[in-house]
């Protein structure tokens, strides 16, 4: 099944430093979304951009939105230890009738 | 309360056994959603429903069923249970248009022994 693709798979920063993230998926969507997981647990919806946006920010979080390139990027700013989870993208397909396709995730880790 | 509940969060089985997880919501949605997750595999779906009367399969459903008892109930089946299902399982409502993402449940742990 069609997959977004999250680069890179692991990432290991200081706390403090910023974290990015990218995803790039393979057709012409409606909506790209971005969610946490913790430890295993229940993923965490973040936020989401729909096609005809550019950039959307909530918080400490900025996610821009490259349609030509097919790909998206999720910053996070002055992260914290609390922000170490695994984040993945997660692509409606314009008629698939709205489900998720979802990436692999791009595991964060921030020190202390 | 949570806005999805699953049960039971942990549970060891064995080979052969049925099992049902169970899945409930509060978001008030109509569409819900069983995922399946496995290191280095990331989400799959098993089912989804877009209604009370509309059941689909999604990529994996071979082993599974489900059923949708009301709005807010949707539970998965292991018929059967095998060593290869063992995995963590997610349920997640969203509504119609998607645009609030969707609600995830804290998973399941399934271990088939």
């Known amino acids: 099944s069609q997959q977004g693709e999250e680069d890179p798979q692991a990432l290991s920063i200081q706390e403090g430093e910023n974290a990015t993230m990218n995803c790039s998926y393979k057709t012409s969507i409606n909506n790209l979304q971005w969610y946490r997981q913790n430890s295993g647990r229940g993923l965490v919806h973040l936020i989401l951009i729909r096609s005809n946006e550019r950039e959307k920010h909530s918080g400490r979080l900025r996610v821009t939105l490259d349609t030509s390139k097919k790909s998206s990027s999720l910053l996070i700013t002055a992260s914290r230890a609390a922000d170490t989870a695994s984040y993945f993208c997660?692509?409606?397909?314009?008629?698939?009738?709205?489900?998720?396709?979802w990436g692999l995730g791009t595991s964060l880790a921030v020190n202390p | 309360d949570a806005d999805v509940t699953q049960t039971p969060r942990n549970r060891i089985t064995k080979t052969g056994k049925r099992i049902m997880l169970e899945c409930s919501q509060t978001?008030?949605?109509?569409?819900m959603y069983w995922y399946r997750q496995d290191p280095g595999l990331g989400l799959r779906l098993i089912y989804y429903s877009f209604d009370v009367k509309d059941i689909n399969k999604g990529e994996i459903s071979d082993g599974y069923s489900v059923s949708r008892q009301a709005q807010a109930k949707f539970s998965l089946s292991l018929e059967s249970a095998i060593p290869n299902q063992t995995a963590l399982y997610f349920c997640?409502?969203?509504?119609?248009?998607?645009?609030?993402?969707?609600?995830f449940g804290s998973g399941t742990r399934l271990t088939v022994v």
């Open positions: 997640a409502t969203s509504d119609y248009t998607g645009g609030d993402g969707y609600t």
């Open positions: 997660a692509t409606v397909f314009a008629g698939n009738n709205r489900k998720l396709i």
């Open positions: 978001k008030g949605h109509d569409r």
